[in-house]
């Protein structure tokens, strides 16, 4: 069974402009969240999804964040305008409905530069 | 101030030898605390999970404890092997968003042959 993806793995762009960053979740897993860390600090939460909704989205730093995940499956979170602090890596991790405490499997993440 | 601390930040070891790594959280109330491994350049792997009803875990070499009154949990990794190099993060989270994961900043941990 194939885990989480992510795409691309790096990403190295300039400040104000814009990147689109992808998730793959496991097959029939319909939570998706996506986190980040930046630099020197912990993993945090940015939102999750139930399908193809916006279960929380109190870790979403502001609106320049756009997370959708249409159809339930994939999701993508565009930066837009992209900020120097926006600099990191952005982990997704996907589970599924089940027995709590649900087991969320993380991707390899997609490192993030902007200059 | 962040709610789940870990400490040491680093650690070095030697291969073979068994090794403690502490965690301590404010977040309450609790619902239940993960152990994470994360190699460099991949995304964290889950070692165990324990609910507050649970005080101890194991996956193998890793043995995860949980004290819910003092609000502490270690890993103590026996026998290391060089592929435990790796950072170590304790997640806790809250019974109102159990799907909120709550990081720690973790431990890095190199063992040397």
């Known amino acids: 069974e194939a885990g989480v993806t992510q795409f691309p793995s790096h990403s190295v762009i300039e400040k104000g402009q814009t990147v689109t960053l992808r998730c793959d979740p496991i097959s029939g897993h319909d939570n998706l969240y996506w986190y980040r860390r930046v630099m020197g600090k912990e993993i945090k939460f940015l939102l999750h999804f139930v399908k193809e909704s916006k279960q929380d989205e109190s870790g979403m730093p502001n609106n320049r964040f756009l997370a959708e995940r249409t159809g339930g499956t994939y999701s993508t979170l565009k930066v837009q305008p992209a900020e120097l602090e926006d600099s990191g890596v952005y982990f997704c991790a996907s589970s599924q409905e089940g027995r709590l405490p649900y087991e969320q499997y993380f991707g390899p993440g997609t490192r993030l530069t902007v200059t | 101030k962040n709610q789940v601390e870990q400490s040491p930040q680093s650690l070095i070891i030697l291969e073979g030898k068994n090794c403690t790594l502490q965690?301590?959280?404010?977040?309450?109330?609790?619902?239940?605390l993960r152990w994470y491994k994360q190699d460099t350049g991949r995304g964290p792997v889950s070692l165990t999970i324990m609910t507050f009803s649970e005080n101890t875990k194991s996956n193998g070499r890793y043995t995860a404890t949980l004290d819910a009154d003092t609000k502490q949990s270690s890993l103590h990794i026996t026998a290391s092997q060089l592929s435990d190099s790796a950072s170590y993060i304790c997640?806790?989270?809250?019974?109102?968003?159990?799907?909120?994961?709550?990081f720690g900043t973790g431990t890095r941990l190199q063992v040397f042959p």
């Open positions: 997640v806790v989270s809250s019974p109102y968003n159990t799907d909120k994961l709550i």
């Open positions: 965690c301590n959280y404010t977040v309450s109330p609790f619902s239940n």
